[in-house]
């Protein structure tokens, strides 16, 4: 099976742009989720989804949101682009997405990207 | 709240040696799950290993072990006799066992392995 796929692979936006991710989970996972990597803040939550429906999300202001499609892959958006919102993030899938049972989250290569 | 702490920012060892990274964790929770990621500078998290909360065994992979005890809410890895291959950034997590299961990632460790 193909692994989790994320495009682009690298990004340069200006403050005030917005941006869209995209992220395509391995075959079968249903479940998305997203976090964010910075040198100061580390690796954060940002939200998951399962079912076209976002089921939790990490502490982060509005402008970050996301969608997930029939076929699983899923989209964030970051809209009016800060300088700190310069990150590289990471979209990992599972499969199904039960909540009383664990499954592995499987990470792809992620995105970078760098708002100038 | 969950809570994953790296005390050691940085650790640099020359080939051979071994070296241990250290991982406290801090949960309200009686079950869930504690891992390692490694991150190459390509980017991707590369997952070593999961332990549940109930298994409290060592485990040794290879040149890699880890050392779990509950009672000191701690989950240290190490590895033996390293190789400049280990060079990454690692990091420990922790995910509730149900529920969303979204994982809280320490602040990493970087290893540099000197020839």
């Known amino acids: 099976k193909a692994g989790v796929t994320q495009t682009p692979r690298y990004l340069i936006k200006t403050r005030g742009q917005q941006v869209t991710l995209s992220c395509s989970p391995i075959?079968?996972?249903?479940?998305v989720s997203w976090y964010q990597q910075t040198p100061g803040q580390g690796l954060q939550f940002l939200f998951e989804?399962?079912?076209?429906?976002?089921?939790n999300k990490g502490n982060f202001p509005g402008r970050f949101s996301g969608r997930q499609f029939s076929n699983s892959r899923s989209e964030m958006n970051v809209s009016t682009l800060e300088l700190g919102d310069s990150a590289l993030y990471l979209c990992?899938?599972?499969?199904?997405?039960?909540?009383?049972?664990?499954?592995?989250?499987?990470f792809g290569p992620g995105t970078r990207l760098t708002v100038l | 709240a969950q809570k994953v702490t790296q005390a050691q920012t940085e650790i640099s060892v020359v080939e051979k040696e071994d070296v241990t990274l250290d991982c406290v964790y801090e949960?309200?929770?009686?079950?869930?799950?504690l891992f390692w990621y490694k991150q190459p500078p390509s980017g991707e998290l590369v997952f070593l290993i999961r332990?549940?909360?109930?298994?409290?065994q060592n485990e040794i992979s290879g040149r890699y072990s880890w050392n779990f005890q509950k009672s000191t809410s701690s989950f240290n890895f190490t590895i033996t006799a390293s190789q400049v291959v280990d060079s990454a950034v690692y990091f420990c997590?922790?995910?509730?066992?149900?529920?969303?299961?979204?994982?809280?990632f320490g602040q990493g460790t970087r290893l540099t392995i000197n020839p």
């Open positions: 990992a899938s599972r499969e199904g997405g039960g909540t009383s049972s664990y499954n592995e989250q499987f």
């Open positions: 989804y399962f079912s076209e429906t976002q089921r």
């Open positions: 997590a922790l995910s509730e066992a149900f529920g969303a299961q979204k994982l809280v």
């Open positions: 949960t309200r929770d009686t079950t869930y799950y």
């Open positions: 332990r549940n909360s109930f298994d409290e």
């Open positions: 075959s079968g996972h249903r479940s």
